[in-house]
């Protein structure tokens, strides 16, 4: 008697090429390595702070692909590493922001994970939770005002941050004058150390979109590929002047909040093994080999050339003047 292999489910693929599913890919492990090198760096003291995004990589590099450079308007929040990577910027820059160099964008003045580029088009935040919102919601206006059709602002953030003021008050503005923007949401159910459970009743966050009248999306946090597509076409909404769109991106933040939380005060060592079930960057890496994308020895290398990027980075980052 013969067993045949069980028959891979077809591939949706949104339009994306072998060549851009691999790029995701790349850029899933260029975050997952240069947070983890953050972390060392903290841990021997050679700089002050990191904070973790593990577990967002499928959101923000499948976001990363649906945003336009030079033509769309970033508004991040402070952990996506990956997404700031995804529209163009350098390993090199963000060690300098790490090291607090004078060469950083900042002149290293800003806080870790800070990041901003004119070049790119990503604007510069805040710690303050949610306070980034009503900056992005600016932007958009000022998109809507001068007639820059063609256009949009990206914006991010917690589900912590749903739970401000500033939130609500920048989707309705949004929602009034139909602005062409897309509000992000990357739900990893943990805002600091308080979880979902105690945050909100009702624990969907994109449901909240038809009390402002707009549409509202949810999609899988750990699949790059469905989120890109989600945030794709909530951005051509936009674009085309259709008006704003909340989309939920459901995942989880396997580390702690950052180098300075201890998340084995909140929650168990167990929960968090479970839940790296389902870690974004080992599936799509499967998905590519399963489905003849790529090839494990051509991932392997991948993987060596991205190390040796962020080697590098870091010995050109350290080595730079801390004054202007």
């Not at 923000?60 to 996506?80: C, E, K, N, W």
């Not at 968090?272 to 392997?300: G, M, Y």
């Amino acid at each position: 008697m013969t067993t045949r292999k069980a028959e891979l489910l077809p591939l949706e693929r949104h339009g994306l090429t072998d060549e851009q599913l691999v790029a995701i890919f790349r850029t899933m492990l260029m975050q997952r390595t240069l947070e983890n090198r953050g972390f060392q760096l903290n841990r021997q003291g050679k700089i002050p702070f990191a904070s973790a995004s593990e577990g967002h990589e499928g959101v923000q590099a499948g976001a990363a692909m649906a945003f336009v450079r030079s033509r769309d308007i970033l508004v991040p929040y402070y952990r996506d590493l990956g997404l700031a990577l995804g529209v163009g910027l350098s390993p090199y820059e963000v060690l300098l922001s790490l090291f607090a160099r004078a060469s950083d964008h900042s002149a290293g003045r800003q806080f870790p994970h800070h990041y901003a580029s004119r070049r790119l088009g990503i604007q510069t935040i805040s710690s303050v939770i949610a306070a980034q919102l009503p900056h992005a919601v600016g932007a958009a206006y000022a998109l809507q005002y001068r007639s820059e059709r063609d256009r949009a602002v990206l914006t991010t953030f917690g589900d912590g941050a749903t739970s401000e003021g500033e939130w609500h008050e920048a989707i309705n503005f949004a929602a009034v004058h139909r602005l062409p923007i897309v509000f992000l949401c990357e739900n990893n159910e943990w805002a600091i150390s308080t979880p979902l459970a105690k945050q909100m009743g009702q624990p969907d966050i994109y449901k909240r979109a038809e009390g402002y009248g707009i549409p509202g999306i949810v999609v899988d946090g750990m699949d790059p590929v469905g989120c890109y597509a989600a945030v794709g076409s909530a951005l051509a909404r936009a674009r085309s002047g259709d008006g704003p769109t909340l989309v939920e991106a459901k995942c989880y933040r396997f580390l702690a909040h950052t180098t300075d939380d201890d998340d084995r005060t909140y929650r168990s060592r167990e929960e968090v093994q479970e839940r790296r079930k389902n870690d974004p960057l080992p599936c799509f890496e499967r998905l590519l080999v399963d489905h003849s994308i790529s090839t494990p020895e051509a991932l392997e290398a991948l993987k060596r050339g991205v190390l040796e990027e962020v080697n590098d980075a870091t010995d050109r980052a350290e080595a730079m003047s801390v004054l202007a």
